[in-house]
């Protein structure tokens, strides 16, 4: 369920309010779920995402997401989902990262490595009732989101209900559904 205009007016919260309020139940809800069992949190953070294992210095992983944006929350969340257990061991999974810029061909790659991210994302955003995005992630490169990665993401989306959603996922999309009021999300929730 997403807030209309009405909706907010009547709750009398701001749309700043209104996402403070949900990043503090996704907070809640998968620190709840993995602080203990993963040993690992999701934080706020200033500047750029970034997922920081367990060190000499911070004994917990970190799931560190944007500006306070509630989209790169789900987002990082996604990868967290994506990544092995032997990645959630290496700072940022161990991927590479080509800054914003990319040419044509670093963003076909980059393009091939995030359609089960954006997908999982899109599946999580709907378990919150937020509106997903799609992103190219290089604004200074000129990229446009294309056709075919909006279908290959929402051909994976599906997949990903159809197949059954892995134990980790499943969960969070469960206790994201019962938090924020929402349906578990059905295959043909999604279309481009």
Not at 9 to 37: C, D, I, M, P
Not at 72 to 95: K, N, P, T
């Amino acid at each position: 369920m997403e807030f209309t205009n009405v909706e907010r007016l009547r709750e009398g919260a701001t749309e700043v309010e209104l996402e403070q309020q949900k990043l503090t139940k996704l907070l809640a809800v998968f620190n709840r779920l993995y602080s203990e069992a993963e040993n690992t949190q999701l934080l706020l953070g200033v500047d750029e995402p970034m997922y920081l294992p367990a060190d000499v210095d911070v004994s917990y992983n970190r799931i560190i997401f944007a500006h306070g944006f509630f989209a790169s929350a789900l987002h990082e969340i996604s990868h967290w989902l994506v990544a092995g257990a032997q990645r959630r061991h290496l700072e940022d999974y161990g991927y590479w990262y080509e800054p914003d810029g990319r040419t044509a061909q670093q963003q076909a790659e980059f393009e091939k490595v995030e359609i089960k991210p954006q997908a999982l994302e899109w599946i999580l955003s709907r378990a919150c009732g937020h509106q997903f995005h799609f992103s190219a992630d290089n604004l200074e490169g000129g990229a446009v989101i294309s056709c075919r990665f909006k279908t290959r993401v929402c051909a994976q989306a599906k997949l990903l209900i159809v197949q059954g959603l892995g134990l980790r996922t499943q969960l969070l999309v469960t206790a994201l559904c019962h938090c924020f009021g929402q349906k578990a999300p059905r295959g043909e929730d999604f279309t481009v």
